[in-house]
């Protein structure tokens, strides 16, 4: 809108500006006219598609993280009864049994689905689910039985595949190390905080220390195989 058309005007007059060798006050508009520009796309949301029911398509792009009997993870190319949705979803698929998660980076699945919009801010001074969805990009929400999904492309190999698989299979070696403090160790080491309920995680906070939760490297490599 108008303030795009101000900050690709800034960047215009101090490109200028530099032409005519005002190279300080041509780079100061020039960054004035980006910032913005930038702000204005990451503020203004895409049209975000309604509440239903859709035959979902999209590629699985984060590490399937278990909830209780669900399986969460996050879904980027999506397309909802063959159209682009233009936005990311976060997806719950539910009865998981503990054994058939099949789910990995980089896989393409097709499923029956239910779209929802995440729930803003309820409360003053509340949590608002939907602006941190959206600060991670993601604009709706998925819901389906995991049983109904089919992959209909398989994971090819890629960095962040592999990096989650590694990942997942140091998380198996520390369950079978230490079973009673697997929960605490895997956030500790890997940064994975899913097996962590809620009062553990605010203790940490309230005590000041919940920045040992988080992952390290160093951390990782104390792992032996």
Partial sequence: GVHRAIGIALFGAGALLLLFRKGLYGLL??????????????LVKPPLPGEGEYLL????VSRPVVEENRVKLT???VKLDGHPAGVRLQAYFSNYDGISNFLRYGQHIEVQARIFLPK??????????????????I??????PLDEVQVTRPAGFSLMGASIE???RLSRRIDRLFPRESALFTAMLLGD???LDEAFKRDYRAAGIAHVLAVSGLH??????
């Fill in 29 to 42: 508009l020039m960054a004035a006219g980006l910032g913005v520009t930038l702000v204005c796309f990451a």
């Fill in 57 to 60: 398509n999209a590629k699985v």
């Fill in 75 to 77: 879904l980027d190319e």
């Fill in 120 to 137: 803003g801010q309820t409360n003053p001074h509340g949590f608002d689910f939907a602006a941190y969805l959206w600060g991670q990009g």
């Fill in 139 to 144: 604009g709706a929400c998925a819901s389906a």
């Fill in 166 to 168: 590694l990942s997942e």
């Fill in 193 to 195: 905080q899913s097996d």
């Fill in 220 to 225: 990782v490599g104390y792992i032996a195989w």
